[in-house]
Antibody, heavy 119, light 110 residues
Framework: EVQLAESGGGLIQSGGSLRLSCAAS????????MTWVRQAPGKGLEWVSIIYSAGDTYYADSVKGRFTISRDNSKNTVYLQMESLRAEDTAVYHC?????????????WGQGTVVTVSS | QSALTQPRSVSGSPGQSVTISCTGT?????????VSWYQHHPTKAPKLMIYDVDKRPSGVPDRFSGSKSGNTASLTISGLQAEDEADYYC??????????FGTGTKVTVL
């Protein structure tokens, strides 16, 4: 059974750092493209970052230079290292798996982990 | 990377059809056939309903259909059911390996 479990969220002061984890089961993260999507309180979904099976990574302009996506194939886990956090980074962060039958769609999502940045 | 524009809310009675629009630009919706739609019940994980504009993943009822014309994509729910009440988001590939989500639409079943 495919599962994604995010962890690592919490309350952090503005300017601080946090690392989110997305532990996968039922498939190999190295074989799929994996993404992070966030939802700020009362707002819609916002794409954050993506890592492809070849290892190339891309970011939304709002987090470029501050966030880093990576993966550990031995732990079957994807990470999001977040630096220089701002109040506007407060959100629920979801990881999601790329859908094999599409160039750009996500077929399994985690429940999310909450990040709160205090200013 | 401006969010795609969706109506804030749509509503319909059980059995009726509703259509949600998703308007972007020729740099995203109009430029690629990689529009997907997600159903999101509060406190649950989002669910893929449509991919590549008009394709349904296995297990998604055929009441859900997608289309695109120019810079606007649409999701139609036919034969509306109570369990369809949720937030719906479109998402489009926007080039250079980025993508952009829509503003979200709340579907209410009257």
């Amino acid at each position: 059974e495919v599962q994604l479990a995010e962890s690592g969220g919490g309350l952090i002061q503005s300017g601080g750092s946090l690392r989110l984890s997305c532990a996968a089961s039922g498939f190999s993260v190295s074989a799929k493209y994996m993404t992070w999507v966030r939802q700020a309180p009362g707002k819609g979904l916002e794409w954050v970052s993506i890592i492809y099976s070849a290892g190339d990574t891309y970011y939304a302009d709002s987090v470029k230079g501050r966030f880093t996506i990576s993966r550990d194939n031995s732990k079957n886990t994807v990470y999001l290292q977040m630096e220089s956090l701002r109040a506007e980074d407060t959100a629920v962060y979801h990881c999601a798996r790329g859908y094999s039958y599409s160039h750009d769609a996500f077929d399994f999502w985690g429940q999310g982990t909450v990040v709160t940045v205090s200013s | 990377q401006s969010a795609l524009t969706q109506p804030r809310s749509v509503s319909g009675s059980p059995g009726q059809s509703v259509t949600i629009s998703c308007t972007g630009t020729n740099s995203d919706v109009g430029g690629y056939d990689y529009v997907s739609w997600y159903q999101h019940h509060p406190t649950k994980a989002p669910k893929l309903m449509i991919y590549d504009v008009d394709k349904r993943p296995s297990g998604v009822p055929d009441r859900f259909s997608g289309s695109k014309s120019g810079n606007t994509a649409s999701l139609t729910i036919s034969g509306l059911q109570a369990e369809d009440e949720a937030d719906y988001y479109c998402c489009s590939y926007a080039g250079t390996y980025t993508r952009v989500f829509g503003t979200g639409t709340k579907v209410t079943v009257l």
